[in-house]
């Protein structure tokens, strides 16, 4: 299995991946994506498969899925100029906030759409796995919008790192599994998530929470976030009278990056996702999975992770418990493959500062995650003066206080200087 | 006889003899790889195939035991490399079929290519691999099968009939059922539709059916047996050599 | 001063409320209103006066003040259906969703207006009170949105209850200032502000929270609030078809409450105040201003108060530090008064159970002052099968973790039940 | 002579006899209920007219001292009825004249027309309500200038011009000159141009303008009583109070 293109490969499958004709029929992103799941689950993944093709685009549920978005989730969700943000970085500033959606990020698009489409294909409980909290908060919230019990797997490094999610999961009647095993975060809690759903791929349907795993998984996950860019972009044509020159968007699995970017694939505006680069370059203290990582097969797909020479995969370290993560999706190992997304790092001190920038100037307090496209923005902006930037700010930082409270304020200015 | 068939031609062995083939599974190098040419020897002296584990980070089929085992021998430095390795030093000395159960990533990290060389030179005749269905499977079956090693493909109660005539037919060495919907190291027993399932197997499958997961007393290969020609038993062992306690002594209650 | 009206007078009252010709000159509703502040804050009360009329609904104000409603807010907020409480509770209920603004309450409509208000009218720096912290949080970012520095007084009693915004308003560059006096809640703090607000009128803003305090702050904050029923009004033309049979809200100071309801006075919807009834009927078990107490002037209006025979103002109890307040707006006093808006209470216990079935029915972690809303909402339909009703979700229940921990589920029933 | 006639008298005879008039403020019923006349008394042999403090749950124009006296009042029973109780156990007995420090709800919660009349029956001549603006004083000072009682005004250094007119204008008894912006109890000691604030206070003022807000020290009163006519001491004295010194010690030494 490969992952370095020839020019003409890597042009043509530019060229597909613009026009959305990618996955292919087998889940294909180029080389990247498939399916790599224990044959207790093929059937599963099967129906899975069926379903995402006979519901997802139909008129009936888009209607469904459409008016959850609007009435429950909040969308369109806003986007925000940044005057004060621009000046400091002597450039133009817009934000797209997920923050407002529903449960506090843009997790919750990807969460009620799946779950309206496990209440189609008759799952009787659902589970999920999460790192930051996010998505098991947005699961536990859509499956009780829903009427369907959920589960939800949680590394205890991150049950005590994002603490107050595990209390909101608990109130919105989601069960929380502290997952013991492997790395004790994410990658672990989507280990477990899967092995419970080799016990019962017929009644249960499994929440995945990002653009990554086995088809059809990072395709469902990108039809259901690209509503972000769509919106996105309408809204810098309305608002700003033109698309920005550059978009960012911080990559876990990549599912804010996917959703924002995938709008935006034809157009001649740069795309960059900024993953966490922890304290520094070295394997284990960070997880900048596009940046560092070779291709392998991780939890279900062919795409780029962070392993040794044999194959063993490696923990991870990012002050944001939703960015640390050994993997990354398919789709953007292919569009860093091909040359259409450029993917840097931002360390978890830039992340930190790039927060308390934000809440300095702008009076939004943002998600560890998302505080890492600013920092790279910031930098970017810095070789780039008086550009249009355009940021998805993915999600809120109420989740970090136990995180932020640790680390002393870095560069404490007084709001008003 | 190509690799993958002494594996067939073993299980086969067995059921001419009226036993019910034997093919435990440990994970290499654990609990100590310093013991494990020595567990190897004594688990080859009571099985009729062996299957190796090639521990990997992200076990995600299988239950606790497993995952144990498999961390405590990466922690203590064993890899695909250092097996083949040790199976060289003692060339020619196991003589019964030798099975590597791997996740696909650790091979591929290896090389396709690579992996069924050192497998041919090493007396490893197949491979199961847990998280690769037979729709991905295209590269890997091709460099093995260049070298005559088999891919042995597994089927589930959850697998449709249609697809069980697929597995059947494309499996070699022998058809891997796997007879519970859930993770290895279950210890809730065996199903109670289990020889239904079995039969059922058995009847599309040319190969040896062996039957895993979840199988640890005689009495359970004795039930195991009427209706498939092998059992696997790892959980169970592994726990064993856990426990320090010799593994051919518990394997030859089994037989 | 009187508090009860003939009937021709009421008549008259309730005319003119509908009219809108309501506050007079001298910020009287009625006989409710009036400005009790010390000398030394008359010429700031006058400027303020000035300032807001002159720029309250000039249209450079307005054009500035709802662009970041619309681009900073998130505004207009949803209208949710809640089909799975509906079927609960045998009704049609409707949501309107504040909880999706920025920060996570409809504090913010008011911190914003008021932010910018400062701004224009030339404020060094801006002061606040507040109780559940929300206000304290919106205050704070809104402050560091238009670049003032921000000081917050908050009971130390509420610091221990809502402390999640407690680290949040530090985030977001505010001060926050601890009140060790009094009852050591909103009361408390408002006394605190005030007596800062005295040691420097000119520089200083005092951007207060509710509909509360001397003219012109309950009809400054009922302007900047009643976009809420602006909103919902239409959106429920738009989405249900009708305007509702009746609209709940909570009512601490008032603040969500009038944003509701202002814009529904003129329509055949009757409309119901939600107050804290707390741990039962005694004074000082609840703060149930309008239901239970006198006509009396504190901290700037004569409004209704919880107060002893000899005029000293009692403490309240509420689970919910957003409603644990003596007083209440004075908008209120006379709408009581004149019969256009019922008061009825909810008690802590009524709340927690109201706040979990929402969880569980709707996937929605309310406010615990939200949850009074919800709490009566469901006694008046059981009262009342079949009928349309909306509620103000005024916000969100993230900053009540705390409190929450505290008391075991109440009612915990399965999310799929 | 009216009742609040007899304020402007009191501090114009002091002024006559080339004194600063003296005002101390007290909490009534602070630090004991049982010692409130005592002290009154006791007060009232040196101060030139005597300003009783009526506790307030929300004492919003007072700092830290004035808000403890109030509250540790308000729990031991004291209230307005009380307070006038008491004056009229002793009615005549107190030479000088009375006024009432109050927050409007307790007057409010008494009611005007009879707090006209007991304010009349006990010897207080006056009032000063700290949080009612001259706009809002409409109904308490028609209630109390039925019975000749005065309701003084305030006047601060933030007040304009036009506006310290109309409060000159309209105060009774004396004119209260707030020195600071700020609240009771500071102890940052007096504005430099407290001079030039109180001189165009006089300057507009029929009735003796009295100084009050910091006023802690005999220099203290020096420095005011070159502009102004008296000076109303409060939590300087209500800390000595609160010591269990001797107020009539204290006030001495600052007239
Ligand atoms: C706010 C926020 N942003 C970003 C991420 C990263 O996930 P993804 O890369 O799938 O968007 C997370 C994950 O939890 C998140 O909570
Ligand atoms: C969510 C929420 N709702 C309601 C209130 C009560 O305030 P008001 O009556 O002014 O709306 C508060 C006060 O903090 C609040 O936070």
Same mark, same amino acid.
């Given at each position: 299995?490969?992952?370095?293109l020839?020019?003409?490969?890597?042009?043509?499958?530019?060229?597909?991946?613009?026009?959305?004709?990618?996955?292919?029929?087998?889940?294909?992103?180029?080389?990247?994506?498939?399916?790599? #799941?224990?044959?207790?689950?093929?059937?599963?993944?099967?129906?899975?498969?069926?379903?995402?093709?006979?519901?997802?685009h139909?008129?009936?549920f888009?209607?469904?899925?459409?008016?959850?978005?609007?009435?429950?989730?909040?969308?369109?969700?806003?986007?925000?100029?940044?005057?004060?943000?621009?000046?400091?970085?002597?450039?133009?500033?817009?934000?797209?906030?997920e923050?407002?959606?529903?449960t506090?990020?843009?997790?919750?698009?990807?969460?009620?759409?799946?779950a309206?489409?496990?209440?189609?294909?008759?799952?009787e409980?659902v589970?999920?796995?999460?790192?930051?909290g996010?998505?098991? #908060?947005?699961?536990?919230?859509?499956?009780?919008?829903?009427?369907?019990?959920?589960s939800?797997?949680?590394g205890?490094?991150?049950?005590?790192?994002?603490?107050?999610n595990?209390?909101?999961?608990?109130?919105?009647?989601a069960?929380?599994?502290?997952v013991?095993?492997g790395?004790?975060?994410l990658?672990?809690?989507?280990n477990?998530?899967?092995?419970?759903?080799?016990?019962?791929?017929?009644?249960?349907?499994?929440?995945?929470?990002?653009?990554?795993?086995?088809?059809?998984?990072?395709?469902?996950?990108?039809?259901?976030?690209? #509503?972000?860019g769509?919106?996105?972009?309408?809204?810098?044509?309305?608002?700003?009278?033109?698309?920005?020159?550059?978009?960012?968007?911080?990559?876990?699995?990549?599912?804010?990056?996917?959703?924002?970017f995938?709008?935006?694939?034809?157009?001649?505006?740069?795309?960059?996702?900024?993953?966490a680069?922890?304290?520094g370059?070295?394997?284990?203290?960070?997880?900048?999975?596009?940046?560092t990582?070779t291709?392998?097969?991780?939890?279900?797909?062919?795409s780029?992770?962070?392993?040794?020479?044999?194959?063993?995969?490696q923990?991870?370290?990012?002050?944001s418990?939703?960015?640390?993560?050994?993997?990354?999706?398919?789709?953007?190992?292919?569009?860093?493959?091909?040359?259409r997304?450029t993917?840097?790092t931002a360390?978890?001190?830039?992340?930190?500062?790039?927060?308390e920038?934000?809440?300095?100037?702008e009076?939004?307090?943002?998600?560890?995650?998302t505080?890492?496209?600013?920092?790279?923005?910031?930098?970017?902006?810095q070789?780039?003066?008086?550009?249009?930037?355009?940021?998805?700010?993915s999600?809120?930082?109420?989740?970090d206080?136990?995180?932020?409270?640790?680390?002393?304020?870095?560069?404490?200015?007084?709001?008003?200087? | 006889?190509?690799?993958?068939?002494?594996?067939s031609?073993?299980?086969?062995a067995?059921?001419?003899?009226?036993?019910?083939?034997?093919?435990?599974?440990?994970?290499?190098?654990?609990?100590?790889?310093a013991?494990?040419?020595?567990t190897l020897?004594?688990?080859?002296?009571?099985g009729?195939?062996?299957?190796?584990?090639?521990?990997? +980070?992200?076990?995600?089929?299988?239950?606790?035991?497993?995952?144990? +085992? +498999?961390?405590?021998?990466?922690?203590?430095?064993?890899?695909?490399?250092?097996?083949?390795?040790?199976?060289?030093?003692?060339?020619?000395?196991?003589?019964?079929?030798?099975?590597f159960?791997?996740?696909?990533?650790?091979?591929?990290?290896?090389g396709?290519?690579?992996?069924a060389q050192?497998?041919l030179?090493?007396?490893?005749?197949?491979f199961?691999?847990p998280?690769?269905?037979?729709?991905? +499977?295209?590269e890997i079956?091709?460099?093995?099968?260049?070298?005559?090693?088999g891919?042995i493909?597994?089927?589930?109660?959850?697998?449709?009939?249609?697809?069980?005539?697929?597995l059947?037919?494309?499996?070699?060495?022998f058809?891997?059922?796997?007879?519970?919907?859930?993770?290895t190291?279950?210890?809730?027993?065996?199903?109670?539709?289990l020889?239904?399932?079995?039969?059922?197997?058995?009847?599309v499958?040319?190969?040896?059916?062996?039957?895993?997961?979840?199988?640890?007393?005689?009495?359970?290969?004795?039930?195991?047996?009427?209706?498939?020609?092998?059992?696997?038993?790892?959980?169970?062992?592994?726990?064993?050599?856990?426990?320090?306690?010799?593994?051919?002594i518990?394997?030859r209650?089994?037989?």
């Amino acid at each position: 299995m490969k992952s370095i293109l020839e020019a003409n490969e890597a042009a043509a499958l530019r060229k597909a991946l613009i026009n959305g004709e990618l996955p292919d029929e087998r889940g294909r992103f180029g080389p990247f994506g498939g399916r790599y #799941v224990p044959e207790t689950l093929v059937p599963a993944f099967e129906r899975l498969e069926e379903g995402v093709k006979k519901h997802l685009h139909s008129p009936e549920f888009q209607a469904e899925f459409q008016q959850e978005l609007r009435e429950w989730v909040g969308r369109p969700t806003a986007l925000s100029r940044a005057p004060r943000l621009s000046e400091r970085w002597g450039t133009e500033v817009w934000l797209k906030r997920e923050d407002l959606a529903h449960t506090g990020a843009h997790k919750i698009n990807n969460a009620i759409g799946q779950a309206l489409l496990a209440k189609r294909l008759g799952a009787e409980r659902v589970i999920a796995e999460t790192g930051a909290g996010q998505h098991g #908060v947005a699961s536990a919230a859509a499956c009780a919008r829903v009427g369907l019990p959920c589960s939800v797997y949680m590394g205890v490094v991150d049950i005590e790192r994002q603490a107050p999610n595990v209390d909101r999961m608990h109130r919105l009647g989601a069960e929380v599994l502290p997952v013991e095993t492997g790395d004790k975060t994410l990658r672990a809690a989507i280990n477990e998530a899967m092995r419970e759903w080799v016990s019962d791929p017929a009644g249960i349907y499994y929440l995945l929470g990002s653009a990554v795993g086995a088809h059809p998984y990072p395709y469902l996950v990108r039809e259901l976030q690209s #509503v972000i860019g769509t919106e996105a972009r309408q809204q810098m044509l309305d608002l700003a009278g033109s698309l920005p020159d550059v978009a960012f968007a911080c990559v876990g699995g990549g599912s804010n990056a996917i959703g924002l970017f995938y709008a935006l694939l034809a157009d001649d505006v740069e795309l960059i996702g900024v993953e966490a680069g922890g304290t520094g370059d070295g394997l284990g203290q960070n997880a900048a999975t596009l940046a560092t990582g070779t291709a392998g097969v991780l939890q279900g797909c062919y795409s780029l992770i962070l392993q040794n020479d044999d194959g063993q995969v490696q923990e991870t370290h990012s002050i944001s418990a939703g960015l640390d993560y050994s993997g990354v999706g398919p789709e953007h190992a292919l569009l860093q493959a091909v040359g259409r997304v450029t993917y840097v790092t931002a360390s978890d001190d830039e992340a930190l500062e790039a927060l308390e920038e934000l809440c300095e100037t702008e009076g939004i307090l943002t998600a560890l995650e998302t505080a890492h496209a600013y920092a790279a923005a910031k930098r970017w902006s810095q070789e780039h003066p008086g550009k249009r930037i355009l940021i998805c700010n993915s999600g809120r930082g109420d989740k970090d206080m136990p995180t932020l409270t640790k680390y002393a304020a870095r560069t404490r200015t007084h709001a008003a200087a | 006889m190509q690799p993958h068939e002494s594996i067939s031609a073993a299980i086969e062995a067995a059921k001419a003899e009226g036993r019910t083939g034997l093919v435990p599974f440990f994970t290499a190098g654990y609990p100590e790889p310093a013991e494990f040419l020595n567990t190897l020897r004594a688990i080859a002296e009571v099985g009729d195939v062996v299957e190796i584990g090639v521990p990997f +980070s992200d076990p995600m089929a299988d239950g606790m035991t497993i995952q144990r +085992s +498999s961390f405590v021998a990466i922690q203590k430095g064993v890899t695909l490399k250092w097996i083949f390795d040790q199976l060289e030093s003692i060339k020619g000395e196991i003589k019964i079929p030798i099975v590597f159960m791997s996740y696909l990533n650790p091979l591929l990290a290896f090389g396709f290519e690579a992996l069924a060389q050192r497998a041919l030179d090493t007396g490893v005749c197949g491979f199961i691999v847990p998280d690769l269905p037979f729709e991905e +499977s295209g590269e890997i079956r091709h460099a093995l099968e260049q070298k005559g090693i088999g891919l042995i493909q597994l089927v589930t109660p959850a697998t449709p009939a249609e697809r069980l005539k697929l597995l059947a037919r494309e499996s070699r060495g022998f058809l891997y059922a796997v007879t519970i919907t859930g993770i290895t190291g279950g210890d809730s027993g065996l199903p109670a539709d289990l020889a239904g399932y079995l039969d059922s197997v058995s009847e599309v499958s040319t190969l040896p059916v062996c039957a895993g997961f979840g199988i640890r007393s005689a009495e359970d290969i004795v039930n195991v047996g009427k209706h498939a020609a092998g059992a696997i038993v790892g959980s169970a062992l592994v726990e064993v050599l856990e426990q320090g306690a010799d593994p051919a002594i518990f394997l030859r209650q089994l037989r």
